[in-house]
């Protein structure tokens, strides 16, 4: 009489294989997802679009002919009972569906004013120069995106030599603990790769005398000029906003 311990070990081994093709199935069918939603963007570079989805489709076919090779093979059992280690034939199997399944029921959410302050929004700014020195861009100042303006910073940072020049930028509200109420952070969060590697830019911005209110993680955009202010001991680039107008967050939040 054959044990139920030797029993639940062959019903096993006949479900592990299955799990394998399940999580390989379900990885394809999330890529996918995101693509046709839209959501591949916050999780990386759309450069990297296609390769993501040739992932996909990998992933598919290789599931696809792994179940139809199962299908074919039914009738092999294995009849001997089989070591078990600590963990079950088909642990790992078991966690990437699981993911993979979280995946689907779970939306992927942009990144917040939360983590831009946990990344050091304010670090990338860039550090000022005792002396101005002559500096030519070839991009008109209102054209130019919150990103472009940390960019070019990084580059030539004196402060000065933006002094006036017109701002017409986007991005989330953010609100340091160290900036006084008259000010608030204006920021974007850049892609390089994928979301492992997203990192915020932003620029602080002078609000107007107004009563108006703007929450963490509100959408802005800011038009005014560019002036220099002394904010936590440093000469920093600063929007001086003459309108700020409520937009909703962006399809393509991040910038690359």
């Known amino acids: 009489m054959t044990s139920i311990p030797n029993q639940k070990l062959r019903v096993r081994n006949k479900l592990n294989p299955w799990l394998d093709v399940l999580a390989i199935v379900a990885w394809g069918v999330l890529i996918f997802k995101y693509w046709l939603t839209g959501k591949l ?10 390769l993501a989805i040739l992932g996909a489709v990998g992933l598919l076919a290789v ?65 000022t120069r005792p002396q101005p020195q002559a500096f030519h861009a070839s991009t008109r100042p209102e054209e130019r995106s919150l990103v472009d303006w940390v960019r070019l910073l990084n580059v030539y940072p004196e402060p000065d ?75 920093q680039l600063t929007v001086a906003a003459t309108s700020l107008k409520k937009i909703p967050q962006p399809k393509d939040p991040y910038s690359y």
């Open 41 to 50: 963007n916050l999780l990386i570079h759309p450069h990297y679009f296609w």
């Open 63 to 127: 599931g696809l002919f792994k179940g139809r090779q199962l299908l074919q093979r039914r009738q092999a059992v294995e009849n001997s009972a089989q070591h078990i280690s600590m963990f079950p034939p088909g642990w790992g199997s078991k966690l990437l569906l699981g993911a993979a399944i979280l995946g689907l029921i779970v939306t992927p959410q942009v990144f917040a004013s939360q983590t831009a302050l946990q990344r050091g929004v304010t670090d990338l700014v860039g550090v």
């Open 161 to 235: 030599a933006y002094a006036g020049q017109k701002v017409n930028i986007k991005g989330f509200v953010i609100h340091p603990p160290d900036l006084g109420k008259e000010y608030l952070f204006l920021a974007r969060f850049v892609i390089t790769c994928c979301a492992a590697d997203a990192y915020p830019a932003g620029l602080p911005v002078k609000l107007p005398a107004t009563k108006e209110s703007y929450p963490a993680d509100s959408w802005l955009e800011v038009e005014g000029q560019m002036s220099t202010e002394t904010l936590s001991g440093k000469r």
